[in-house]
T-cell receptor, first 114, second 111 residues
Framework: QQQVRQSPQSLTVWEGETAILNCSYEDSTFNYFPWYQQFPGEGPALLISIRSVSDKKEDGRFTIFFNKREKKLSLHITDSQPGDSATYFC?????????????FGSGTRLLVSP | EAAVTQSPRNKVAVTGGKVTLSCNQTNNHNNMYWYRQDTGHGLRLIHYSYGAGSTEKGDIPDGYKASRPSQENFSLILELATPSQTSVYFCASGARQDTQYFGPGTRLLVL
């Protein structure tokens, strides 16, 4: 059972366009949603995150929109740059027995063409 | 800056052999994690630990063991490696819910 789903699997945009990456989840106890960015040959690194009490989080060109009722969120990358080409993972976290449980989606591979 | 290192970075093993993947973190984080990454599956949790001496099963623990001898070190052990365990393995550490710091990964090929 895949608890966190991402779409599309891959996305190509032109430099300067806005890339939109989607994520949905099933478990209503999830209350923290980090997005990780991964470049080839490297480990993922935290990019931006949001808690379920908020519906929007901005950090420069990166914005998360969160819809708790629909259990959906999206990452918007405005003015996309070739350096943004990477794989983006949506994750969901909740407190479980003994500690926090984190579930990752399968990722969206973004290519920004110059 | 968080620092998580993994060794080896690349490993070729034979079916039935024993493989040990090592992870070291210098952040004094209580929590450490082992994931495998495969195309189409994202990151899947194998084992994790809340501190020295503790290990917990993640979502896909079969065929793997873990060891946390100290705050800094967390190992993943494949007692009898199989070709299905060919993957990229990531170690991560974290102190809170909000951030996990990942190592550079170990690429394992089981022939």
């Amino acid at each position: 059972q895949q608890q966190v789903r991402q779409s599309p699997q891959s996305l190509t945009v032109w430099e300067g366009e806005t890339a939109i990456l989607n994520c949905s989840y099933e478990d209503s106890t999830f209350n923290y949603f980090p997005w990780y960015q991964q470049f080839p040959g490297e480990g993922p690194a935290l990019l931006i995150s949001i808690r379920s009490v908020s519906d929007k989080k901005e950090d420069g060109r990166f914005t998360i929109f969160f819809n708790k009722r629909e259990k959906k969120l999206s990452l918007h990358i405005t003015d996309s740059q070739p350096g943004d080409s990477a794989t983006y993972f949506c994750a969901a976290s909740a407190m479980g027995t003994g500690g926090y449980k984190v579930v990752f989606g399968s990722g969206t591979r973004l290519l920004v063409s110059p | 800056e968080a620092a998580v290192t993994q060794s080896p970075r690349n490993k070729v093993a034979v079916t039935g052999g024993k493989v040990t993947l090592s992870c070291n973190q210098t952040n004094n984080h209580n929590n450490m994690y082992w994931y495998r990454q495969d195309t189409g599956h994202g990151l899947r949790l194998i084992h994790y630990s809340y501190g020295a001496g503790s290990t917990e099963k993640g979502d896909i623990p079969d065929g793997y063991k873990a060891s946390r001898p100290s705050q800094e070190n967390f190992s993943l052990i494949l007692e009898l490696a199989t070709p299905s365990q060919t993957s990229v393995y990531f170690c991560a550490s974290g102190a809170r819910q909000d951030t996990q710091y990942f190592g550079p990964g170990t690429r394992l090929l089981v022939l």
